[in-house]
T-cell receptor, first 108, second 114 residues
Framework: DAKTTQPPSMDCAEGRAANLPCNHS???????VYWYRQIHSQGPQYIIH???NNETNEMASLIITEDRKSSTLILPHATLRDTAVYYCIGANTGKLIFGQGTTLQVKP | DTGVSQNPRHKITKRGQNVTFRCDPI?????LYWYRQTLGQGPEFLTY????????KSRLLSDRFSAERPKGSFSTLEIQRTEQGDSAMYLC????????????FGPGTRLTVT
């Protein structure tokens, strides 16, 4: 599974877009980029995934660079409830290898 | 449509005792995963099942740990002779086992070994 690199922490103002970067330079051609988040004391929550193309769902957008070495998760209008640890994971089907993630603090 | 459920939510046990946790996956999900998470760390993979077959086990899963999914539905994770180092959150996830195979996690079982 691809190893990913994320900043340890980020702040975002409530109502603004949160842009969370992830480097995954060792990702292989058949590995998806997954994003999960974990709110304190809860199980991780699936957000979105992509392979090559940009993706959007009701929670977020995922922008993957053309060379697939990095991606950005975008929360378009962050709320206080989006405060969580965000994990970027490169994987095929099967087990997920979680890193330390990015702690996003949304501030009023 | 209920999500993944885990029982118990909290377990306190004395060192040396055996404990068993249960996970009920989302209905019709073929794959079931177990992870462990200690304070300040991301979840660590332990094992996973495709239906009733255990397909992969992590080296973290010592001989004291055993997992089963006898009928391809719910799963149990047993820890024998618990040690203080086993104190952690034990997370279960399930997935359809198709396509991109996103996993859906339960709330976890918090184990404290005293």
């Amino acid at each position: 599974d691809a190893k990913t690199t994320q900043p340890p922490s980020m702040d975002c103002a409530e109502g603004r877009a949160a842009n969370l970067p992830c480097n995954h330079s060792t990702i292989s051609g058949n590995e998806y980029v997954y994003w999960y988040r974990q709110i304190h004391s809860q199980g991780p929550q699936y957000i979105i995934h992509g392979l090559k193309n940009n993706e959007t769902n009701e929670m977020a957008s995922l922008i993957i660079t053309e060379d697939r070495k990095s991606s950005t998760l975008i929360l378009p209008h962050a709320t206080l409830r989006d405060t969580a640890v965000y994990y970027c994971i490169g994987a095929n089907t099967g087990k997920l290898i979680f890193g330390q993630g990015t702690t996003l603090q949304v501030k009023p | 449509d209920t999500g993944v459920s885990q029982n118990p939510r909290h377990k306190i046990t004395k060192r040396g005792q055996n404990v068993t946790f249960r996970c009920d996956p989302i209905s019709e999900h073929n794959r079931l995963y177990w992870y462990r998470q200690t304070l300040g760390q991301g979840p660590e993979f332990l094992t996973y099942f495709q239906n009733e077959a255990q397909l992969e086990k992590s080296r973290l899963l010592s001989d004291r740990f055993s997992a089963e999914r006898p009928k391809g539905s719910f799963s149990t994770l047993e820890i024998q002779r618990t040690e203080q180092g086993d104190s952690a959150m034990y997370l279960c996830a399930s997935s359809a086992g198709q396509g991109a195979d996103e996993q859906y996690f339960g709330p976890g079982t918090r184990l404290t070994v005293t």
